[in-house]
């Protein structure tokens, strides 16, 4: 969210403090800023002044970020650490406004203007009204939840289309000239909705210290977000993710290959090549490795809250198949059918992918519960030739059996024939064995490793895909 133009900046030596800060919370939540870029953070605060707030934002972007979906989690830290005013003091929080009707019409007349300045106003006006909570002055608090309940600006967009077809020199234009003008005010809307989250975030730092509420109440990029807990909007930007997340780690992989390729010193041939050169090993000899590229097998739960996380990695896969020998992938919840040809058709739908495999493949039998026992036996039995030794497997689930026999025989079997398999838990390590989880009694037979996002998904094909 930005905010006006000018603003009464801090103190130089202060606004270093901050720019400390601010580098501090971007780096725990996963960016990578290093000291030559914060020192040029520095120079190009110096550079724009401290008087003008939008141009500080813009040149600590320029010098801090390194994509652009790292903006809108910099743009939340920096209204933390360099805040747009004081805002309007907090009212007892047992008493209500004078007149919530009055508020909302002043909302709609700030929301047909578009007037920046009067919007962040009403929102620190609402914030401060509606949104406190706590009886004590250790305990008080203010949630942009309870304020927005209470507000419902979502509500007055018809009033605010009226308003602006009532304005002076407003006409009548075709049907499609009114969804145009509805989809702008619902970003007005959605603007003055994140200026109040951002009101109440500074008003909890005050209280709280900006570092701690920069760290836990800023929402982290879409690879940093749980595939447990992610919603729809989260897992559709993941998705859009997966093309500049896979030429990555191609990037990496690719590396990693060259430098394998190279081999090992050969001891013997070094020392009888050094006798030309006094018995100094100028000119190690290598042994040369052949180049080969392993086989992936994928045996997916697409099943319940997991699902997410598997579609995911399906699509991650499916877009480094170059780095791949051979790519073959399975989907399952309780019984397991081949969906390689579905991920490869629906690479230009990939929001679809969930639905069609359901649709096209044969993953349920009687029932819609996972079943990672009769998944992993008719895995071993039907398609048993699908690895090999060069296989390397990755399954994916949390191990959760609903009660049923876990199946580690099948698992067993899968290891014995495959060069590694290895098992990516979404669920916290603290969760494996609780319930019905059959987690540690898988992990004695594979490598289970914990996988909760995408940033860690990447990590972990990255190290654990051999070359």
Same mark, same amino acid.
Not at 343 to 348: D, H, M, T
């Given at each position: 969210m930005?905010?006006?133009?000018?603003?009464d900046g801090?103190?130089?030596?202060?606004?270093?403090?901050?720019?400390?800060?601010?580098v501090?919370?971007?780096?725990?939540?996963?960016?990578?800023v290093?000291?030559?870029e +914060?020192?040029d953070?520095?120079l190009?605060?110096?550079?724009?002044g401290?008087?003008?707030?939008?141009?500080?934002?813009?040149?600590?972007?320029a010098?801090?970020?390194?994509?652009?979906?790292?903006?809108?989690?910099f743009?939340r830290?920096?209204?933390l650490?360099?805040p747009?005013g004081?805002?309007?003091?907090?009212p007892?929080?047992?008493?209500?406004?004078?007149d919530l009707?009055?508020?909302r019409?002043?909302?709609?007349?700030?929301?047909?203007?578009?007037?920046?300045?009067?919007?962040?106003g009403?929102?620190?006006?609402?914030?401060g009204?509606?949104?406190?909570?706590g009886?004590?002055?250790e305990?008080?608090?203010?949630?942009?939840?309870r304020?927005?309940?209470?507000?419902?600006?979502?509500?007055?967009?018809?009033?605010?289309r009226?308003?602006l077809?009532d304005a002076p020199?407003?006409?009548?234009g075709?049907e499609?000239?009114?969804?145009?003008?509805?989809?702008g005010i619902?970003?007005r809307?959605?603007?003055?909705?994140?200026r109040v989250?951002?009101?109440?975030?500074?008003?909890?730092?005050?209280r709280q210290?900006?570092?701690?509420?920069?760290?836990?109440a800023?929402?982290?990029?879409?690879?940093?977000v749980? /595939?447990?807990?992610?919603?729809?909007?989260?897992?559709?930007?993941?998705?859009?993710?997966?093309g500049?997340?896979?030429?990555?780690?191609a990037?990496?992989l690719?590396a990693?290959r060259?430098?394998?390729?190279?081999g090992?010193i050969?001891?013997?041939?070094?020392?009888r090549?050094?006798l030309?050169?006094g018995?100094?090993?100028?000119r190690?000899?290598?042994?040369?490795?052949?180049?080969g590229?392993?086989?992936?097998?994928?045996?997916?739960?697409v099943?319940?809250?997991?699902a !997410?996380f598997a579609?995911?990695?399906?699509?991650?896969?499916?877009?480094?198949?170059?780095? /791949?020998?051979?790519?073959r992938? /399975?989907?399952?919840?309780?019984r397991?059918d081949e969906? +390689?040809?579905?991920?490869?058709?629906?690479a230009?739908?990939?929001a !679809?992918?969930g639905?069609?495999i359901?649709?096209e493949?044969e993953?349920t039998?009687?029932?819609?519960?996972?079943?990672?026992?009769t998944?992993? !036996?008719?895995?071993?039995?039907?398609?048993?030739?699908?690895?090999g030794?060069?296989?390397?497997v /990755?399954?994916?689930?949390?191990?959760r +059996?609903?009660?049923?026999?876990?199946?580690v025989?099948?698992l067993?079997?899968?290891a014995?024939?495959?060069?590694?398999?290895?098992w990516?838990?979404?669920?916290?390590?603290a969760?494996?064995?609780? !319930?019905?989880s059959?987690?540690?009694?898988?992990?004695?037979?594979v490598?289970?490793?914990?996988?909760?996002?995408a940033?860690?998904l990447a990590a972990?094909?990255?190290?654990?895909?051999?070359?």
């Amino acid at each position: 969210m930005t905010g006006t133009g000018r603003a009464d900046g801090p103190e130089p030596s202060e606004a270093a403090a901050r720019l400390t800060g601010l580098v501090e919370a971007l780096r725990a939540h996963g960016f990578q800023v290093g000291t030559g870029e +914060t020192v040029d953070a520095g120079l190009a605060l110096e550079a724009v002044g401290f008087t003008h707030r939008e141009r500080m934002r813009e040149a600590l972007a320029a010098t801090l970020l390194h994509g652009e979906r790292q903006r809108p989690v910099f743009d939340r830290i920096f209204d933390l650490y360099f805040p747009l005013g004081d805002g309007v003091a907090a009212p007892d929080p047992r008493e209500g406004p004078a007149d919530l009707a009055e508020l909302r019409e002043r909302l709609v007349a700030a929301l047909a203007s578009g007037d920046g300045a009067a919007l962040h106003g009403l929102a620190a006006e609402a914030v401060g009204a509606f949104g406190g909570y706590g009886s004590g002055p250790e305990s008080d608090g203010w949630s942009s939840y309870r304020t927005l309940a209470r507000l419902r600006p979502e509500t007055l967009l018809v009033r605010v289309r009226e308003r602006l077809r009532d304005a002076p020199g407003a006409a009548d234009g075709p049907e499609f000239t009114d969804r145009l003008l509805d989809d702008g005010i619902r970003r007005r809307i959605e603007d003055f909705r994140e200026r109040v989250r951002t009101e109440a975030r500074r008003r909890v730092a005050e209280r709280q210290g900006r570092d701690r509420v920069a760290r836990r109440a800023v929402a982290g990029t879409a690879d940093s977000v749980d /595939f447990l807990l992610a919603g729809r909007a989260q897992l559709d930007e993941l998705r859009r993710a997966v093309g500049p997340l896979a030429r990555k780690l191609a990037t990496r992989l690719a590396a990693r290959r060259r430098r394998a390729a190279r081999g090992e010193i050969d001891l013997r041939r070094t020392l009888r090549r050094s006798l030309s050169t006094g018995g100094v090993p100028v000119r190690p000899v290598l042994r040369r490795r052949a180049p080969g590229r392993p086989e992936l097998v994928l045996l997916c739960d697409v099943s319940g809250s997991v699902a !997410g996380f598997a579609q995911f990695t399906m699509l991650l896969v499916r877009a480094l198949h170059e780095q /791949f020998a051979r790519v073959r992938v /399975f989907a399952f919840v309780n019984r397991v059918d081949e969906v +390689t040809g579905l991920i490869a058709r629906g690479a230009a739908d990939p929001a !679809g992918l969930g639905e069609r495999i359901l649709a096209e493949a044969e993953v349920t039998g009687w029932h819609g519960q996972s079943d990672y026992g009769t998944a992993l !036996g008719e895995f071993a039995r039907r398609y048993a030739r699908a690895v090999g030794p060069r296989s390397v497997v /990755f399954v994916l689930g949390d191990a959760r +059996t609903n009660g049923a026999d876990p199946g580690v025989a099948a698992l067993r079997l899968i290891a014995a024939r495959a060069r590694r398999v290895y098992w990516l838990n979404p669920e916290q390590p603290a969760l494996w064995g609780t !319930g019905d989880s059959a987690a540690p009694a898988y992990a004695e037979v594979v490598e289970m490793h914990a996988c909760r996002n995408a940033r860690r998904l990447a990590a972990l094909i990255a190290r654990l895909t051999p070359v």
